[in-house]
C-alpha cells in the first residue's frame, strides 16, 4: 500500500516526482510504468498515464489495484476557462466533470455519467485544506474550482464558452474527471492540481507548448507541498 498515488499525462508533469524517488523501484502494471519510492518519508506511487481519458481511467485503475493509494492526484497542466487564472497560476479542484459525456438527447442533464447517476465528483476536502494551507510561501497564485475534463485539447472561445457555460468550470484539461470517477467507484479519495499553460482559445497550441515545461513544474511544486505536509 502507497500513502499517495500521482498521475501526470505527460513525461514533464510527472518527471520531478521520479526522479526525487528514494528507493525508487519500477515496475509494468497492464502496460503502463509504475515507479515507487519514498518523498519526505512517505509512500509514493507515480505513473505517466499518456493523453486522454481512456488512458487515464486504465492507469488509475491499475494504480489502485497494485498499490492501493490512500490518495490518488492527478498533476498537470490546463487551459484557463476564467479571467482569474492567467498562465502559470494553479486551479486545486473542488471538484471535476466530464464535459464531453452526454446522453442529453434521452432527457439526461449534460455531463451526467449515468449508473452513478452524477455529473460531479468531489475531491478529497482535507487534501485540499492541506494544499490551501502550505503553498502562501512559494510565490503562485492558487485557487479553487471545478475542473472539465474531456477527450479534446481546447482551442476556441465558443469550445471555452460552452464548457464554461455548461460546467461552470475555471479549466479544462484530458485527464482529471477520468481520474475521479474511477477513484469514486473504488471509494479512493482524490485531489486534481493543475497549472495553467495556456487559456484554452485561439492561441492555445502555441502558448500550450511555450509555456508547459514552467507549468508543469509548478505543479510538481505543490505535490511536494502535499507530500510535505499531508496527514495520511
Ligand atoms: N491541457 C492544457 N491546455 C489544454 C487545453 N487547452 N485543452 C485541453 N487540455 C489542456
Redesign the pocket.
Known amino acids: 500500500m502507497v500513502d499517495i498515488g500521482f498521475i501526470g499525462?505527460l513525461e514533464a508533469e510527472v518527471s520531478e516526482l521520479i526522479n526525487a524517488l528514494s528507493n525508487k523501484k519500477e515496475e509494468k502494471v497492464g502496460g503502463i510504468t509504475f515507479y515507487t519510492g519514498s518523498i519526505f518519508g512517505k509512500k509514493i506511487a507515480v505513473a505517466r498515464c499518456g493523453v486522454g481519458k481512456v488512458f487515464a481511467a486504465m492507469c488509475a485503475q491499475a494504480m489502485i489495484v497494485k498499490y492501493s493509494p490512500k490518495l490518488i492526484v492527478n498533476t498537470?497542466?490546463?487551459?484557463?476557462l476564467s479571467k482569474e487564472l492567467k498562465v502559470f497560476d494553479m486551479l486545486i479542484c473542488r471538484r471535476a466533470c466530464q464535459y464531453d459525456m452526454d446522453t442529453s438527447a434521452t432527457g439526461d442533464p449534460i455531463g451526467l455519467i449515468s449508473g452513478i447517476n452524477r455529473v460531479y465528483f468531489e475531491s478529497c476536502n482535507a487534501a485540499v485544506e492541506c494544499i490551501l494551507n502550505s503553498v502562501s510561501d512559494i510565490g503562485i497564485s492558487v485557487k479553487v474550482g471545478t475542473v472539465a475534463t474531456?477527450d479534446?485539447?481546447?482551442?476556441s472561445p465558443e469550445m471555452k464558452k460552452y464548457i464554461k457555460d455548461n460546467f461552470d468550470a475555471m479549466?479544462?484539461?484530458?485527464e482529471g474527471g477520468a481520474v475521479a470517477q474511477v477513484a469514486y467507484v473504488n471509494n479512493t479519495d482524490f485531489l486534481i492540481i493543475?497549472a495553467?499553460?495556456?487559456?484554452?482559445?485561439d492561441s492555445?497550441?502555441m502558448?500550450?507548448m511555450t509555456f508547459?515545461p514552467i507549468?508543469a513544474a509548478n505543479s510538481s511544486k505543490l505535490c511536494f507541498k502535499l507530500i510535505e505536509n499531508y496527514n495520511c
Open positions: 499525462a498537470g497542466v490546463a487551459g484557463s474531456g479534446r485539447f481546447v482551442a479549466a479544462c484539461e484530458m493543475r495553467i499553460s495556456d487559456s484554452a482559445d492555445a497550441d502558448d500550450y508547459l507549468a
